[in-house]
């Protein structure tokens, strides 16, 4: 961690110290021929300018390329973010570096300037040229003629003009190679001590002219880039007479220096050379081996018979500064001598220095515009002076003419920056011709001097000033458009077109008002309403024409005075207010709001009631409305008035709105049905009427008004087996299942009709008697039938009075004569008991009564006589014997429950068993509660046979006592038409529409038995639920009881023959033999 902070701290110093400095180099490395927009660096990230110490920037940095006019440079820079990229200029390293020995580096150099002023720097930028294979190596000819001794030796060697590849290193010559050379030549390949690789032939067969004197192949020659090139020449070898001695040079290495202004014909050098041959053998020739440059062999003459090197062309040493001249001395065989000559040009002041002005500031027209308040050490020009010469001629300084506001800052040798060293004035000087003089150190020296123009640009450095720092007016509201204000001035004290100023309205400024711009004079345009904007602030400016515009601003408040335009404004124009009718007298009905949009007393606001309405008062001031009377909807449903608004103007003004007040109606009145009529109506339903069919339809009406008179429908009793249901909404009563058999008969459905009333529904219900039969064959008896059955209660059950068909009446009539034989046959059998048994008989049979609990109905109060049991021991009896015995209970006649004297009788045991045993009887348990209704009382018949009625009893205890349960639907009981119809207790869902004389007796006798098992006399017929009768019995006062039984008997024979007259038939019917 110690590491790196110490890392980063010297990196910082290192940028400091490098930032101080202005001048920093960098170096980069490039490939020749590279295509254009290929990034090279990033100055930025390269330099580490992220390290410079923060400093308060006037702009963003820049990055500015530095070069020669009329250069086109090699490179480009992004300003902004210092990136290097390449141009589309040509990089070519052979041209670029063609004066230079092939084995040194080829740079590029160019300076970079960053700004702004307080980071500057100046960057120069080496960029190493790196070879590429861009060239291919080529003979000097495309034929290559050479000629051999024939006395060659095998492995004779005989050198061969070398191929000339631009590129350098790797991408140079790296290979020879013979083709076909038909096994009499091969190649080797030497390289030299300048690192150059010569080609050698080599014989490998003897050579005989006279046998062939002239051999043809191919040589070529590859360099070792990639790709790699290559070309071919063809080697034309000759086979000659032999020379056998080589020409030697006296010296192979030679050193020579000349001055650059040495004149055209100088000598350089005299090359000697021997050879040991006589004759044309030793006859020598010198001549530049092929190697040699271009530019050598043009500076340089070569005389082929004396081996004298003169100066063919004017040398320069600025362009090439030294030769390399290796000469070739041949005397006509094929191995010549090699001497390498080399020629350094010495330096001649004989350049003079040049002055180049590359601009930081951009110039206009060669003159450079800068403004009076640039800072200090602005940056303006590099200037970079140089000289071609080398050493103290070409040492070079650069300096101004006279004392001026900018000054030369040296940066790199022989560069120079042209800075600000003081503040300029516009007003003392407007422009600036600068002399730069440039000499070197030459003897005598030389000098050069140029020119550079700086022209002082006036700023707009002070900004309008108001005369007044806040201004203030009021205006009265609804003026005309036009009115002139106030007028607003300021000075400025710049001049010319600087100090002329223009006035405008700020941003902020609405459109209400208008601004004369030269004169500063503030108009209203438009008509002001205090009621919509009662003050306005806005902001003025002065803006001078200075380029950037100076502005100042002065704000302006103005006040607008109300006036009374504005009549008091109801918020709504009619108000409907809604009150209950029981609202007590003085409650609070509504509230009345006004509102005036002015100002003051003009918008203080009375309320008043118009026409002198004594049934309402209203609050001046809240607009709180009071009745003065108590509101009955039924006498009147609304109240309507007119309220007076005023204000408190000096002319005041007023308004007037509507006022009705509606009376709401109160849930008093319960839904009333129109359909059906009564309770008495009833419904024919066929039984092939399929499901989903209408039967019928209930309407209810309902006096209130609203949700108080919206009207729901629903079953709520009569529909146990949901064989119907009914439309909430409609009242349409819709068949739901196909009718059955048992489904024959009439249906007593209870419907309820509810209002929606809040908070409290009422409702209403009616009994919808629904006839389920092919055709209704005794209407009068179906009549009588609805009629007698209102008065009894509807149970969640349904009571199905069989009316058969013509089809199955006569197997009814048939089953019912059997029934009423037994019955006969019962009756008989009990009265011969009882005759044959004395008062005291039966008084110690209902002492010794066993395990009995016995409760009978009370027809008055639905209350239960529970007779208890008497613990008393007894003498037990044989089991074959009469166990018990027909128990007679007198009622008191003073019991406050009772309808007269009630005797009970207790039959045997085994005579009951006995009896019903021969017959087919059926037992059913009880589902009677203690509390169950007394339904003999309610449920009765409108049969115009003699009086009897089917009572059921409940036993407390069903261990010990089970009778016949009532069916599960609606049931209808047999009822004499003398008597009474009606109930003494009402019943909310009978309704009594008839009143015969009723007939009773004082004494009505309940006859029943006590088995631990009860059985139950039904009928043979297949039957779905049964049907138990109560049969009351009316004893004259006075009769004993044998003649009581007498005339029961004679009641039962009367009412079979009724029944059989009647065709009518109970299905199923069922007899309890409980009679009482």
């Known amino acids: 961690m ?10 910082v110093l290192l940028a400091c110290v490098v930032f101080h400095s202005g001048a920093q180099e960098k170096n980069y490395t490039i490939r020749e021929e590279m295509p254009e927009n290929v990034l090279i660096g990033d100055l930025l990230k390269d330099l580490n300018l992220s390290l410079i110490p923060n400093k308060s920037l006037t702009t963003a940095m820049q990055f500015k390329l530095v070069y020669k006019t009329g250069d086109v440079p090699l490179i480009r820079i992004e300003e902004d973010t210092g990136e290097i990229f390449t141009t589309g200029a040509r ?41 590429i294979n861009d060239n291919a190596p080529l003979f000097p000819a495309t034929v290559i003629n050479i000629s051999i001794p024939e006395n060659s030796a095998i492995n004779s060697k005989y050198t061969l003009p070398a191929a000339v590849d631009p590129d350098v290193g790797i991408n140079g010559v790296q290979n020879y190679e013979l083709i076909k050379s038909q096994n009499i030549f091969g190649l080797d390949v030497i390289e030299t001590p300048e690192g150059d690789k010569m080609p050698q032939l080599i014989v490998q067969k003897e050579l005989d002219r006279e ?77 530049f081996s092929n190697l040699v440059s271009n530019i050598a062999r043009r500076l340089f003459h070569l005389n082929a018979t004396t081996g004298l090197i003169t100066i063919k062309e004017p040398l320069d040493r600025e362009e090439t500064p030294n030769h390399k001249l290796l000469v070739l001395a041949s005397d006509g065989g094929l191995m010549p001598a090699r001497a390498m000559v080399l020629v350094n040009v010495t330096d001649v002041n004989d350049n003079v220095p040049s002055i180049d002005i590359r601009y930081i500031v951009n110039p206009v027209n060669d003159t450079v515009v800068l403004s009076e308040n640039i800072p200090l050490n602005t940056k303006i020009a590099l200037i970079t002076v140089t000289d071609k010469d080398a050493d103290h001629n070409g040492r070079v300084t650069c300096f101004t003419d006279h004392e001026i506001p900018f000054r030369l800052r040296p940066v790199f040798s022989n560069q120079f920056l042209l800075e600000t060293a003081a503040y300029l004035d516009y007003e003392s000087t407007k422009e600036y011709a600068i002399k730069l003089l440039a000499a070197d150190a030459g003897k005598p020296p030389l000098n050069q001097s140029a020119m550079l123009f700086i022209k002082v640009k006036d700023e ?34 710049d001049s010319g077109p600087n100090a002329k100023i223009n006035y405008l309205l700020g941003p902020d400024a609405p459109p209400e008002f208008s601004l004369d711009c030269r004169t500063g004079m503030l108009t209203v345009v438009k008509k002001l309403d205090r009621e919509k904007e009662d003050k306005y602030l806005f902001t003025i400016l002065a803006k001078d024409n200075g380029v950037p515009p100076l502005t100042s601003n002065v704000t302006v408040f103005v006040s607008i005075i109300d006036q009374n335009d504005n009549s008091p404004v109801f918020t709504h124009n009619e108000y409907n207010f809604y ?26 606001v009375t309320l008043s009631i118009l026409d002198e309405n004594d049934d309402f008062t209203i609050d001046s001031q809240t607009g709180v409305i009071r009745p003065n009377i108590s509101f009955d909807r039924e006498k009147q449903e609304s109240y309507t008035f007119y309220v007076k608004a005023e204000d408190g103007g000096r002319v005041s003004r007023s308004s007037s709105a509507k006022v009705t007040i509606n009376v709401v109606d109160v ?12 309770n008495c109506s009833y419904e024919l339903v066929l039984p092939s009427t399929n499901p989903g069919t209408v039967v019928f339809q209930v309407i209810a009406v309902d006096n209130d008004t609203g949700m108080n008179a919206e009207v729901r429908y629903s079953i709520v009793g009569g529909n146990t087996r949901d064989l119907f249901a009914i439309d909430q909404e409609t009242g349409n009563i819709t068949l739901m299942e196909k009718c059955d058999v048992t489904d024959l008969g009439l249906h007593r459905v209870l419907v309820k009709a509810n209002d929606l009333g809040q908070p409290d529904s009422l409702f209403s219900v009616v009994i919808v008697n629904l006839f389920v039969n092919e055709s209704v064959t005794n209407a009068t008896l179906i009549n009588e039938l609805v009629r007698k059955s209102t008065e009894a209660p509807v149970t969640p059950n349904t009571e199905i009075a069989d009316v058969s068909s013509p089809t199955s009446d006569y197997v009814k009539i048939l089953v019912a004569a059997v029934a009423g034989t037994i019955t006969v046959v019962v009756v008989i059998f009990i009265t011969a008991v009882v005759r044959c048994r004395q008062a005291p008989h039966l008084k110690a049979a209902q002492k010794n009564k066993q395990n009995s609990e016995w409760a009978t109905p009370n027809p008055e109060n639905r209350q239960m006589i529970m007779m208890k049991k008497k613990k008393k021991k007894k003498k037990h009896s044989p089991k074959n014997l009469l166990l018990n015995f027909v128990t007679i209970e007198e009622t008191k006649a003073d019991d406050v429950d009772s309808d007269g004297n009630r005797v009970t009788l207790d039959l045997p045991i085994d005579l009951e068993e006995q009896t019903m045993g021969k017959y087919n009887w059926v037992t059913t348990p009880t589902t009677f509660k203690p509390d169950s209704p007394d339904l003999a009382r309610h449920y009765k018949s409108a049969s115009p046979q003699p009086a009897f009625q089917i009572q059921p009893e409940t036993p407390l205890n069903s261990k010990h006592h089970i009778i016949q349960e009532l069916p599960l639907d609606n049931t209808f009981v047999a009822c004499d038409s003398i008597s009474k119809c009606s109930s003494s207790s009402s019943d909310p869902y009978s309704v009594s529409d008839c009143g015969y004389p009723v007939t009773t007796f004082e004494v009505p006798v309940s006859v029943h038995t006590r088995p631990p098992m009860k ?62």
């Open 2 to 11: 110690d590491l790196l902070s110490g890392t980063y701290i010297f990196a």
């Open 460 to 493: 707009n450095d002070n900004a309008p000033v108001f005369t007044q720092s806040f201004v203030t007016v009021s205006i009265p509201e609804n003026n005309s458009p036009g009115i002139q204000l106030t007028k607003v001035s300021a000075m400025d004290a």
């Open 579 to 604: 009150v209950p009718e029981n609202l007590p007298r003085h409650g609070t009905v509504g509230l009345i709001t006004v509102t005036d949009p002015d100002y003051g007393d003009n918008s203080a």
């Open 91 to 131: 990089i070519d390293r052979e041209k670029l570096c063609a004066g230079i020995p092939r084995d040194e580096h080829c740079f590029y150099e160019v300076e970079v300037a960053i700004l702004p002023d307080e980071i500057f720097r100046l960057v120069k930028i080496r960029f190493l040229i790196e070879d």
């Open 211 to 287: 046998e062939k004197d002239t051999y043809v192949m191919k040589v070529k020659v590859e360099d070792g880039g990639f790709p790699q090139r290559s070309s071919t020449a063809i080697l034309q070898v000759s086979v000659t007479d032999t020379n056998d001695n080589h020409p030697v040079f006296k010296e192979t290495e030679i050193e020579v220096s000349i001055p650059e202004n040495a004149p055209v014909g100088t000598s350089v050098t005299q090359l000697h050379a021997t050879d040991a041959d006589i004759g044309e053998n030793a006859k020598i020739h010198f001549s």
């Open 1015 to 1076: 059985e139950v006399v039904r009928s043979c017929t297949p039957m779905k639920e049964s049907t138990t009768m109560e049969i009351w019995i009316h004893p004259q006062p006075q009769m004993d009881l044998a003649n009581e039984f007498n005339m029961n008997i004679t009641l039962i024979e009367q009412i079979i023959s009724a029944l059989l007259k009647s065709r009518q038939v109970f299905n199923p019917i069922c007899f309890n033999h409980h009679i009482f």
């Open 667 to 678: 849930n008093d009145n319960k839904p009333v049905f129109i359909v059906p009529p009564s």
